[in-house]
């Protein structure tokens, strides 16, 4: 305990010494100035390397454009004779006019921002130099909504501060010369000294609880709950404040004396707060279970009210788990739905981080609940209870989320119909089982409040839109209007053209689609002119289009006087008419009027997303079907829905809200009244249910994981080895499932991804070879000088609708020549140069087309160039650049719904793997549990089990078969184990009986036979002495019998002929009756004991002698030779065996003979078998017994 508190200070330490360390790097001016100049000096110096390395390289140029090629952070270019022949990437850079006056190293300033310019002069000759430059962009000017210019520096050249020019701030210099002054305060998110000290605070924090509950747990259980009700209200306090606004720690906010600077992100604050929570749980339930009194006061059966109050508390855990999600995923403001968007950035993990924390910590609770709740459960008694307390929950403000219940309430049930809700600490099969069944409860809850949410945002949504639909006035579209009014009355070559009726042509209308801001691409643009008299004029006459002024007495005039507003609220296409009256001087030369029709569709471009961010966010509103009713009546329709010609039909009853959500089968509805009498219906598709499954899919698999590593640091990483083989079936059968299938998923999303690029590039090149043929003669006309720049710009516009895709030309020199935004370069955002991929593959290389990777300010996207060829063979015109975007919407779109049968499909599997896997292996695994369950009572000393019955000719039935083997070979060893032991007390039996008979004997024999001697030998006392010294004789015999068969030595074997042996032993009963059939051409050699062979023979062949009362004896022996054993057999004619007999025949001291020892029997079974050799008998069919021996034939050269 002394060391945990040791490491506590240890780190308590370290977390201060962390704390000063970033107060000091966060405050400290001086740090801030020399991090600042120290990285500022290595973007220069790194330049002015390369720099002296380009002007020590002889600049090669193919029609005046370097072939030389270098990839640079910061854009490098040389300068020959005023002309730019070399630059290393196609970043912007102003005129060389306008720099070519500068210092070694200077500070820039233009529309685009500020910039570092560094400059190096090379004189190969008195009359020739070349200059080399290279240019740091510092910032980077847009425009906000209020349409003010802001400099903002580029983050890549300070990237772990947040920087912005100041005239009182940090010097940054050059060799002593202040290039700009700045202010700047390091980035917390990039500052490692505060993610560290947050870390270790956090880490202090923690074991410092653990510690302290652990030692109140250990000495008083029951004031741990004391201690825990404080610590929870506390816990509940912090976490509520998250939801509200973001944390901040006082004490840290004196020190730093700046605030912000120790702000707790939302995600870290309710990471940190659930670890809190998820320990105090821990640390709770063991002491409930430690203390004697609490378990006395939770487990009452008799308070009827317990099991109730344990379930309304399971009902509000399972409440709170989901009120958590829902206010997690509201507050954290991403896409958190799997089936719109796959995007795993570093905040969505933290998301999903603190889900998983948060149903660990739903899980142990409700674990605790459910157990203590089953203890204390009269299902008879309780039941009523239970129902009013339904009734309760459902009659509370939280009754709207009672679908909660359900999960809730289908889990509860399973745990207690399957009994899967075991001990933790005792892993089996229904422990996953058990985690299958949370994790699912847990992903249906996580599902709702997706489905919730959607519901929501998708209400949010159609509310835009709608507003967007019914609100005409665009004010942003007005002001750019009124700009183009003001540009229209002062351009001189609109003026000149009106002037003559033959010139006032569409050309009138090129040149204004020129002055037009970007934002009015919204917007189609049509022009209509008139003369001093009112009447059409130019190509408005010419046209024959009618357009009567008296529209606009029926518009409504804006906040200029001379724009006007007509609405169109079914359709959306709101109409902007501008009046712009054209003076020449005083004279009046008559009226443009500009048409302004607002879009409902607008093609996202590349030059779109660089111009203007308003026309991004005006394309990202959502697209419905929508119709207006007029007092119930359809009044205008637009989608692909079929609208019903009354509402009466999809809503019977009238509706007195200003607005109304409603599902009506597999659609959504959302009703908004527009006026007293009218209203307007939007319709969009139900959440989809395969978006449901999804969701249930994708957060099952991911909280059964964080389940199961909960569990393993639950149980202190637990070996493998310890756990059961049924369980470890699964693993590994769960393993291999798992990770051919994630890789195989990986692989198509892999290739899907791929082949949807290549499709993408390839439908690119084919445009840009289309339009770089149609754009040939125009190309031509305007390198002959027979249109101007803006009339060929006006070309590349129209291309530009046509193709509905960004169009730039370049010379044959690489130099910029025209594109359908002119607005691009007049706001010093993209360069007029080549890109140098382009340059080397088609200018050098003489390729045809090359898609390049590029990026322009904060935006990745692929540029196409292809080459445009003149009618002559082999000239080049210039070169067509296309940019775009890879289509990313497309791809994702096409990427989920991958992902999303595959997440379905491999949990679907994986359920279907685990549960039938568990039946199948089940299946498998009982015989080797019944032979466990055998062996397990199976004892030598006890009754064997009976052999197992298994027909399959599998590995588990070779298993079953050497199982009973096993059985049968331990019965066998059994018997014989007892015959042993039986045997060892038969020898101690004998030889004490030997020694007891024969100690009287001797005395007894002397004494009798010195009677003998003094008695006649006709009398009736030497008869009786001389029976007496027979029986004393026999007596001792059979002591003798007895000690021989005690004292048995070891056996001295030995190779001999048996044949032989038996020939000599059988010489010695010729006088009897005996038959004997010996093969005499052949020996049998045995390797045995001959003495006690000998012995064995004598006692068999005078058994079988004995055994016939009669006089009539007959004998047969035969020998004959068995493969590789000798099989001999004695058979008489006596008077048999009884068959009460048979088993005992071969057991010691038993005898059928009157005055037989029972010894011969057991003596030659003994030696016998000691030659491994056996000895059995056989009833014959009339009389007498057959006695058979066999004996392994041994090689005779041994």
Known sequence: MYRKWVLVLFFWLLSGMALLFSIYQSENKYVIEERLNLRLGEVVNDQFEKLTWLSNETVNTVEGVSTNITKDDYPLFAVINNEVVYWSSNAYIPEYKSFNSLEAVSVYLDASGYSIVLRLVKKPSALDSIEYYSFIPVTRRFENDSHDAIARVIPELFPNFNVRIS????????????????????????????????????????????????????????????????????????????????????????????????????SEGIIISLLFLLLIVCKLIPAVYKSKFFLDFLFRKEKKWMSSAYFFLAMMNSYGFYRGIELLSVKVGMEIDITKSLLFNLSKVEYYITLLIMAASYFLINHFLYKIFLKSLDIIKHLPYLIIVLIVYAGLPISSNLWVLIPHSLSWLIMYYTGCAVQLSNPKYLTLFYF??????????????????????????????????????????????????????????????????????????????????????LYDFEIHLFNSRGTPYGFSKASNEVFSKDQLLLSERTKFENIFLITHIESGRHKY???????????????????????????????????????????????????????????????????????????????????????????????????????????????????????????????????????????NLKPIEKYSLINKIQLYVGIAFLVPTLLVSMAIMNVLNTSYRADINRSYQNKALNIAENMTDELEIFLNNQINRDQFNQKL????????????????????????????????????????????????????????????????????????????AGRLLGVLAIPFFDSTRNNNLQQIEVFNNLIVFFTSIFLLTLIVGYYGMRKIISPIQLISDSMRHTNIFNQGPLPLSYRQKDEIGMLVFEYNEMVSKLEKSKNELALVQKEAAWKEIAQQVAHEIKNPLTPMKLKIQQMQRHANRSSLDYEVLNSLLAQIENLASIADSFSAFAQMPAPRNEVFDFSRLLKQILSLFEDNNMEIEIDQSEKLFVYADSDLMRQILNNLILNAIQSVKSNEIEIKVVLVRKEDQLLLSIQDNGQGIELINSANIFKPYFSTKMRGSGIGLALAKKGIEQARGNIWFEPNTGLGTTFFVSLPLANSKL
């Not at 998708?458 to 609100?471: G, H, P, Q, V, Y």
């Not at 598709?685 to 991911?702: C, D, E, G, K, T």
């Open 167 to 266: 005239e009182g701030g940090v010097p940054l210099s050059i060799d002593n010369k202040v290039l700009f002054r700045v202010d700047a305060k390091i980035k917390e998110s990039r500052e490692l000294s505060v993610a560290i000290f947050i870390f270790l605070i956090v880490i202090s924090s923690l074991i410092t609880l653990n510690l302290f509950m652990d030692k109140l747990i250990k000495k008083q259980p029951k004031w741990t709950l004391v201690w825990a009700l404080p610590l929870l209200a506390g816990w509940f306090y912090f976490f509520r404040q998250l939801f509200k606004e973001e944390i901040t720690l006082p004490v840290f906010k004196e020190i730093g004396n700046q605030r912000g600077l120790f702000l707790l992100d939302i």
């Open 436 to 521: 299958m069944v949370i994790a699912m409860s847990t992903s249906l809850i996580y599902a709702g409040v997706i489905y919730k949410i959607d519901r929501s945002n998708e209400i949010s949504s159609k509310r835009d839109f709608a507003l967007d639909l019914i609100t005409s006035h665009d004010s942003l579209a007005v002001h750019h209007i009124n700009e183009v009014i003001g540009k229209v009355k002062n351009n001189k070559v609109i003026k000149l053209r009106f002037q003559n009726e033959q010139l006032a042509t569409t050309n009138i209308k090129e040149q204004i689609t020129v002055l037009q801001d970007p934002y009015l691409d």
């Open 577 to 715: 008419y501008a009046v712009v009256n054209l003076m020449n001087g005083q004279e009046y030369l008559g009226q443009l009027i500009l048409e302004y029709t607002k879009r409902r569709f607008f093609p996202q471009t590349v030059f779109t997303s660089f111009l203007n961010s308003q026309v991004l966010a005006v394309d990202n509103i959502k697209s419905y079907d929508y119709a207006f009713y007029e007092s119930g009546l359809l009044l205008h329709r637009f989608g692909n829905y079929n609208f019903p010609d009354s509402l009466s039909i999809i809503q019977p009853i009238p509706i007195t809200l200003n607005e109304h959500s409603f599902n009506i089968n597999d659609h959504r509805f959302f009703q908004v009244k527009t006026s007293n009498t009218r209203c307007l219906l939007l319709v969009s598709p139900h959440y989809p249910r395969n978006a449901m499954i999804s969701n249930v899919a994708f957060m099952f698999i991911l909280t059964f994981i964080g389940f199961g590593l909960v569990f393993l640091i639950m149980i």
């Open 797 to 872: 516009i129209e291309m530009s609708r046509l193709t509905q895709s960004d169009l730039m030309i370049y010379s044959a020199t690489g130099k910029w020549l025209g594109a359908n935004k002119s607005a691009l370069f007049d706001r010093k955002i993209w360069s007029k140069y080549l890109n140098r991929e382009a340059i080397n593959h088609i200018l050098v290389g003489q390729g045809q087309l090359k898609i390049v990777a590029d990026r322009a300010g904060d935006f990745n996207f692929n540029t196409v160039y292809t080459a445009i060829y003149g009618h002559e």
